[in-house]
């Protein structure tokens, strides 16, 4: 029988009497192609893990990937909130306002998506038709932030004056 260690596993300490990250991994029931594991600050390649040692001490952080940009917190998941500018976002997700059918399904889109920041073009105001809608009309700039476009700018005059 294996002697017991104590080592610390995603912030918590914990005692196993496994000798190998694999066998730590099934013992805790997680599929080891699903996760991603770091041994005292590094990374240690999949490939590698059926034979990597656990000694007593070590630190261990095991990871998997998770959906983002919903913004929402709860027990398990601390806020992941940023800044730029002065301003704080909650959705890491950035929503492109091209392509769309039309402007009601953009909008229906951005909600969907819980992004807070929408990239947008500049473009002439269509002066022959002042009752044309706007994208503005769909999508409140109050609630969403607009990020402009400067693709099809070629110098950085052109990208300032657009921004």
Not at 41 to 59: H, W
Not at 88 to 105: A, C, M, N, P, W
Request: aromatic content about 4%.
């Amino acid at each position: 029988m294996s002697a017991t260690i104590e080592l610390t596993v995603n912030g918590e300490q914990r005692r196993t009497s496994t000798s190998t990250i694999a066998a730590l991994v099934a013992e805790l029931e997680l599929d080891p192609a699903k996760v991603a594991v770091e041994r005292n600050g590094e990374i240690v390649p999949r490939s590698r893990i059926a034979d990597a040692p656990v000694q007593s001490g070590d630190v261990l952080e095991i990871v998997h990937f998770v959906g983002g940009g919903s913004g929402k917190t709860d027990d398990s998941r601390p806020n992941d909130s940023w800044s730029v500018a002065g301003r704080t976002f909650h959705s890491r997700l950035i929503v492109g306002t091209g392509k769309y059918k039309d402007f009601e399904q953009n909008a229906a889109a951005v909600e969907a998506s819980g992004a807070e920041i929408v990239t947008v073009a500049v473009r002439r105001v269509n002066v022959s038709d002042p009752k044309a809608p706007m994208l503005t009309d769909y999508i409140d700039p109050k609630k969403i932030t607009y990020l402009p476009n400067t693709a099809g700018c070629f110098t950085a005059e052109e990208a300032i004056r657009t921004l």
